[in-house]
């Protein structure tokens, strides 16, 4: 990781727990206020209006409704946390059978460096493969993607043969997936690779390095939720929102034990205790 990096997740992490902290702090001042208020009585008409509230149906529906969405929106994030942590631990791509699949990180493959670039790859492959221009060119932008597209490629066999101007992917020194199009191959026998948008080739690329063939399957936009919550921001997101969302709840359920003590001491009870007292009868 670069020192920015590290810079902006340490910035999230404080940042992070400093939100936590004011949440927590906010919620016990209000729940200490409210438990002063609520022994001087100064609270009564807002509890019993709670009650008669509690008592419509229209009002259970609702709140049903807010506990549900809320479970599903936890259960949505642990889910995304999982996915995201699988994601990482492999290496950034999910593999399933003879394909793999991961989130596009760079703009290298949206469109064309320049116009005489364009104009240059596209009479390249219409000769090579003997199309009209307008086919090459709708052949070529089908092998186009963009940051955020998340991708499927074909794991290519060791021996399987290369086709000029495809897409394939390959790792890099620094164990990076390159997704660029092959476009020839030198005298030395290494392979000439470079983005449709890049401004020039890249290093020189050998057979082995060759691991997987883009097949024009392509979503847009899913991508850019993964390499969010991919990332360290995106799980320090994710730890925060859970954490508030489990602070809110033991913050309702104190705020209901301050209620229903003081609408005890009233004579009033709710439905729930009313049936715990008819039980125990």
Sequence with gaps: ??????????????????????V??????????AKQLSST???????????????????????????????????????IAVVSGIYRINDRQFVT??????????????????????????GQYSS???IDLHEAESKIESDQFDVGDFVQFNVLQKDAELNV???????????????????GERKDGTLIFRGDNAPGEDVAVKREQILYHYQGKDIKYIGLIILFFGSGYGIYSIIAVIAIYVISDIAIIKWE????NRLEELGISTKKEKRIKHAKS
């Design 165 to 183: 101007y495809d897409v394939y992917g390959y790792i890099n020194s620094k164990g990076q997936i390159i997704t660029h199009r092959y476009i």
């Design 41 to 79: 009585g100064k609270l009564d008409d807002e509890f019993k209006k709670e009650v008669e509230d509690n008592k419509k149906k229209s009002k259970r529906v609702l709140g049903a409704i807010m506990q549900g969405t809320s479970a599903l929106v936890c259960i949505g994030l642990v889910g």
């Design 24 to 33: 927590i702090f906010a919620y016990s001042m209000i729940l200490k206020s």
């Design 97 to 122: 059978n003879n394909h793999v699949s991961f989130a596009i990180a760079s703009n290298s493959m949206d469109g064309y460096y320049s116009q005489s670039y364009k104009e240059k790859l596209i």
């Design 1 to 22: 990781m670069t020192d920015l990096v590290v810079i902006i997740i340490i910035t999230l992490a404080i940042l992070s727990a400093l939100i936590i902290g004011l």
């Design 257 to 260: 034990k301050i209620k229903n």
């Design 128 to 130: 090579k493969y003997s």
